[in-house]
């Protein structure tokens, strides 16, 4: 992989404590005043405490319209419900990708009442052709997420995308996404090509990071999010204490964006719409 098109990063971006449902504390990272979105992804959540009273209010029932909500959980279990009939329990190492489309009203609550809770929700974009499709989940157990070590200290679970022969089991012609989670023991290197076109970035939860090549390279601390741009090749080298991140990518939409709450639409006349078929009842 030559220098010369290897992935830089163009910013790096800390999250915001924020707090969302019924109080529960997060970290914001994309969908703040410093990064509102990165084409098609709307919204990064990361949560992850000891406390119970930080998670155990969780999210009662809420609508979603527009777009799609990506859960990985890394500890802890959330029940799942919607108005459609649809119920699930998300465990460690699973993952939820909801395709909200034209409209459900549904929950997420912990099913736990102490221990750690972990995890990243991520919101996708969807074109304006597949706004008002019908809602669908897509919805693996840790052991249908495909784990493969492509160098020495490194582990990658392949949520989408692929990586080598192996494909992730999630499917989404629309932004054809990349999901990885990597994890580096330290000083442990690794290098990946990012699928073309898309918009890509990194955000690192556990130790810390070099990221590109040369006098390029950067170092990415954890609880940052590095905006990836310049090249296809996504070199890694962990540091003294290993590092784990998410690595994600998508093809970018480039349609107009009206959102408000839990609605994503193209015009400000659908997002009204979308509040009086939610008053209404048509969810």
Not at 58 to 64: D, L, N, Q, R, V
Not at 104 to 131: C, I, T, Y
Not at 172 to 200: C, F, I, K, M
Not at 215 to 244: D, K, N, P, S, Y
């Amino acid at each position: 992989m030559s220098d010369q098109n290897l992935a830089r990063v163009l910013r790096t971006i800390g999250g915001m404590p924020t707090s969302d449902g019924a109080g529960v504390r997060l970290t914001r990272v994309i969908g703040t005043p410093a990064l509102p979105d990165l084409d098609p992804f709307l919204m990064l959540d990361e949560f992850g405490t000891d406390r119970a009273e930080d998670y155990i209010a969780g999210f009662p029932e809420h609508p979603h319209r527009g777009f799609e909500t990506v859960t990985y959980m890394l500890d802890g279990r959330m029940r799942h419900r919607d108005n459609h009939g649809n119920e699930g329990l998300l465990t460690p190492g699973s993952v939820q990708w909801m395709t909200a489309g034209r409209g459900l009203v549904h929950s997420e609550m912990p099913e736990q009442e102490s221990g750690r809770m972990r995890g990243f929700q991520l919101w996708v974009n969807l074109p304006a052709r597949d706004k008002m499709t019908e809602p669908k989940y897509q919805e693996f157990a840790p052991d249908r997420i495909p784990q493969v070590a492509p160098a020495e200290g490194v582990t990658v679970r392949v949520i989408a995308g692929q990586v080598g022969e192996v494909h992730g089991p999630i499917v989404q012609p629309a932004t054809d996404p990349l999901y990885l989670d990597v994890e580096l023991a330290p000083g442990r290197g690794w290098s990946y090509e990012l699928p073309d076109g898309h918009n890509a970035f990194a955000y690192v939860f556990e130790g810390g990071l070099a990221l590109g090549g040369g006098e390029a390279a950067r170092e990415v601390a954890r609880q940052e999010l590095a905006v990836l741009g310049g090249g296809r090749g996504l070199r890694l080298q962990a540091g003294a204490e290993g590092a784990r991140l998410i690595v994600v990518a998508g093809r970018p939409l480039h349609e107009p964006v009206a959102r408000h709450g839990p609605f994503v639409m193209n015009t400000r006349e659908q997002l009204m719409q979308a509040f009086i078929d939610y008053q209404e009842g048509r969810f």
